[in-house]
C-alpha cells in the first residue's frame, strides 16, 4: 500500500524550525508500504525554517501576525495532487500541524492551546474519506 506521510516524521529536516520529528513507528512502515514523504508547508512555498504557524478558525497565521492561508491551501492542494497522482489508500501525518494535525490543532494564541479540528491538509483528506492517521494513533493493522 502507498502511504503518504509527513516528511518530518520521517527525519526529514523540513519543519518550520528546521528540526525533524522522526517516528520509530511511522519509520518501520517503510517495512511493509511504500511511503510518499510530503512536506505540504514547503509545497506550498515556504521555506524552512520559517515562522511557526497556527489555525485560527479558518486562517492560518503566523507567530508575527501574518495571514499565511494562501501558503497553507496551495500547499495542501498540491499534497492532494499527490495522494491522487501516486495512488495512495491513507496518511500519516504529523500531529497538531496547522497543516496536518487531525483531531486537534493549535488554536492561534501562540501559548500551546489545543482546540478539537484539523489542519488544512487533513481536513481536506478527511473530507473525502481518506483514512488520515497521526504518529500518536497509528492502528497495529497498518
Known amino acids: 500500500m502507498r502511504i503518504l506521510i509527513s516528511a518530518c516524521l520521517l527525519g526529514l529536516c523540513c519543519r518550520y524550525d528546521g528540526g525533524e520529528k522522526a517516528c ?6 517503510g517495512e511493509r508500504h ?5 512536506c505540504p508547508e514547503q509545497l ?3 521555506p524552512t525554517p520559517r515562522t511557526p504557524c497556527e489555525r485560527k478558525g479558518d486562517k492560518v497565521v503566523s507567530a508575527e501576525g501574518e495571514d499565511r ?20 489508500a491513507c496518511a500519516v501525518l504529523k500531529a497538531r500541524s496547522p497543516m496536518c494535525g487531525s483531531g486537534a490543532v493549535y488554536d492561534g494564541s501562540f501559548n500551546r492551546t489545543l482546540v478539537p479540528g484539523n489542519g488544512v491538509l487533513a481536513e481536506r483528506l478527511i473530507a473525502r474519506g481518506v483514512p488520515v492517521w497521526s504518529e500518536e494513533n497509528l492502528p497495529d493493522s497498518l
Not at 24 to 29: P, Q, Y
Not at 69 to 88: I, N, P, S, V
Open 34 to 38: 511504500t511511503l510518499i514523504p510530503v
Open 44 to 46: 506550498g512555498g515556504l
Open 69 to 88: 492561508t494562501a501558503a497553507y491551501q496551495l500547499g495542501a492542494r498540491q499534497a492532494e495532487k499527490l495522494y491522487d497522482m501516486l495512488g495512495c
Open 24 to 29: 520509530g513507528a511511522a519509520l518501520r512502515l
